[in-house]
């Protein structure tokens, strides 16, 4: 591992004074990603910035939602009991994140920045666009069964591997961030990128710029939402598919619907297309399958992964069918 400073900011201003003084600083969370990456040198920076000591309140909004400083670890967020009642599917998807000792030490801002499980990318006897631009992608010929099949490119067709990041797309949620140039919000659903011929940018991030806080809005029916994740073994692996969805149904017509997948795509993927074909229309099984066509028509399978796009669908109908039967609201 390269040699490195260590610096820890008391608060916003001083990390983003003490990140600027060098062009190679990086943030360091609860060191979960960054130092593994670090002792892989993959990544490797010439100073770390500790930031563990900014906000770590979670508290509810003028609107009542919910902010969540970019500290907060994610066990805490997980417990939290507003975040509980308010949005089940955020705490259920932390929890089924990682291992506890991790979402002990992991903090919001660390895990909405934690970088692909793709092997070649861990490889550095591989080829990879991401670690190396331009070096080519050894994952689209070679053994992609973890892989992307919406919105990839001839460039890299990695996923994004956060949990909580899915259920955070579902929740309409905001990043708060700042930087030498000021404070700024950016949506979540435009905070991630998609690989394009840069998979190297994976968020709308700047240099230097900070998370401080992710903001969730008032949103009254997604306490009746849920989080399912299906992986190879029962704890302490990453999704194949996962799905977050909150459901509101209104005189037999639905009248809200928030759907998320995660394992799909380098980013946390907002299942627009079935929110549009299902609002206003029937909470029925058949509408919930059509609902998940839609979604998954411009998929595409690679040689391994290809039965990612069946079980996204049912994964989808599943999880809707369980919300319409026991937990959307009906009125
Ligand atoms: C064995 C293992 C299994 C795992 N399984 C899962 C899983 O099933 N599901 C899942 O979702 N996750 C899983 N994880 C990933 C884990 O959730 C992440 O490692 C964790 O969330 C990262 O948080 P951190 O605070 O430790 O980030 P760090 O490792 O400290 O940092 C990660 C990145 O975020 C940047 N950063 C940190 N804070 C800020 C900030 N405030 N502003 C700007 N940049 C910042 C750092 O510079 C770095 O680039 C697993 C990890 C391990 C090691
Ligand atoms: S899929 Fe992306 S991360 Fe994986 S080898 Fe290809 S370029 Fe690298």
Same mark, same amino acid.
């Given at each position: 591992m390269k040699n490195f400073t260590y610096s820890r900011a008391e608060n916003a201003e001083s990390a983003i004074i003490l990140i600027s003084s060098n062009a190679d600083a990086k943030f360091l969370g609860g060191g979960t990603n960054l130092v593994d990456l670090m002792r892989e040198n993959i990544e490797q920076p010439d100073a770390l910035v500790d930031v563990t000591n900014l906000s770590k309140d979670i508290e509810e909004t003028a609107d009542g939602g919910i902010s969540i400083g970019a500290a907060a670890k994610n066990t805490a967020v997980a417990n939290d009991k507003k975040v509980r009642e308010k949005f089940p599917v955020l705490a259920q998807a932390i929890l089924f994140g990682a291992s506890g000792q991790i979402r002990n030490m992991a903090t919001v801002g660390g895990n909405l920045l934690q970088r692909t499980r793709c092997y070649y990318f861990y490889d550095d006897a591989a080829r990879c666009n991401k670690r190396e631009?331009?070096?080519?992608?050894?994952a689209i010929g070679g053994?992609?069964?973890?892989?992307?099949?919406?919105?990839?490119s001839d460039a890299c067709i990695a996923t994004h591997p956060s949990d909580m990041c899915v259920a955070l797309a579902a929740l309409d949620a905001k990043v708060l961030v700042e930087g030498k140039h000021g404070k700024r919000e950016i949506a979540f659903n435009d905070f991630h990128k998609l &690989?394009?011929?840069? &998979?190297?940018?994976?968020?709308?991030l700047q240099t230097?710029?900070?998370?401080?806080a992710v903001e969730i809005p008032k949103n009254?029916?997604?306490?009746?939402s849920i989080y399912r994740k299906v992986r190879?073994?029962?704890?302490?692996a990453f999704a194949l598919v996962s799905v977050a969805a909150a459901l509101e149904v209104e005189n037999d017509a639905i009248k809200n619907v928030r759907i998320a997948l995660g394992g799909?795509?380098?980013?946390?993927?907002?299942?627009f297309e079935a929110e549009n074909f299902l609002t206003?229309?029937?909470?029925t099984g058949t509408n919930f399958r059509q609902a998940a066509e839609a979604e998954l028509k411009a998929a595409k399978g690679y040689e391994h992964n290809s039965f990612k796009i069946e079980l996204a669908k049912r994964t989808i109908v599943s999880v809707l069918k369980e919300l319409a039967e026991n937990g959307g609201i009906k009125r």
């Amino acid at each position: 591992m390269k040699n490195f400073t260590y610096s820890r900011a008391e608060n916003a201003e001083s990390a983003i004074i003490l990140i600027s003084s060098n062009a190679d600083a990086k943030f360091l969370g609860g060191g979960t990603n960054l130092v593994d990456l670090m002792r892989e040198n993959i990544e490797q920076p010439d100073a770390l910035v500790d930031v563990t000591n900014l906000s770590k309140d979670i508290e509810e909004t003028a609107d009542g939602g919910i902010s969540i400083g970019a500290a907060a670890k994610n066990t805490a967020v997980a417990n939290d009991k507003k975040v509980r009642e308010k949005f089940p599917v955020l705490a259920q998807a932390i929890l089924f994140g990682a291992s506890g000792q991790i979402r002990n030490m992991a903090t919001v801002g660390g895990n909405l920045l934690q970088r692909t499980r793709c092997y070649y990318f861990y490889d550095d006897a591989a080829r990879c666009n991401k670690r190396e631009v331009g070096s080519g992608c050894d994952a689209i010929g070679g053994f992609n069964r973890i892989h992307a099949i919406l919105g990839t490119s001839d460039a890299c067709i990695a996923t994004h591997p956060s949990d909580m990041c899915v259920a955070l797309a579902a929740l309409d949620a905001k990043v708060l961030v700042e930087g030498k140039h000021g404070k700024r919000e950016i949506a979540f659903n435009d905070f991630h990128k998609l &690989p394009d011929n840069t &998979p190297q940018i994976e968020t709308e991030l700047q240099t230097g710029e900070l998370i401080t806080a992710v903001e969730i809005p008032k949103n009254d029916f997604a306490k009746h939402s849920i989080y399912r994740k299906v992986r190879d073994r029962a704890s302490y692996a990453f999704a194949l598919v996962s799905v977050a969805a909150a459901l509101e149904v209104e005189n037999d017509a639905i009248k809200n619907v928030r759907i998320a997948l995660g394992g799909v795509a380098h980013k946390p993927w907002r299942a627009f297309e079935a929110e549009n074909f299902l609002t206003g229309n029937q909470a029925t099984g058949t509408n919930f399958r059509q609902a998940a066509e839609a979604e998954l028509k411009a998929a595409k399978g690679y040689e391994h992964n290809s039965f990612k796009i069946e079980l996204a669908k049912r994964t989808i109908v599943s999880v809707l069918k369980e919300l319409a039967e026991n937990g959307g609201i009906k009125r």
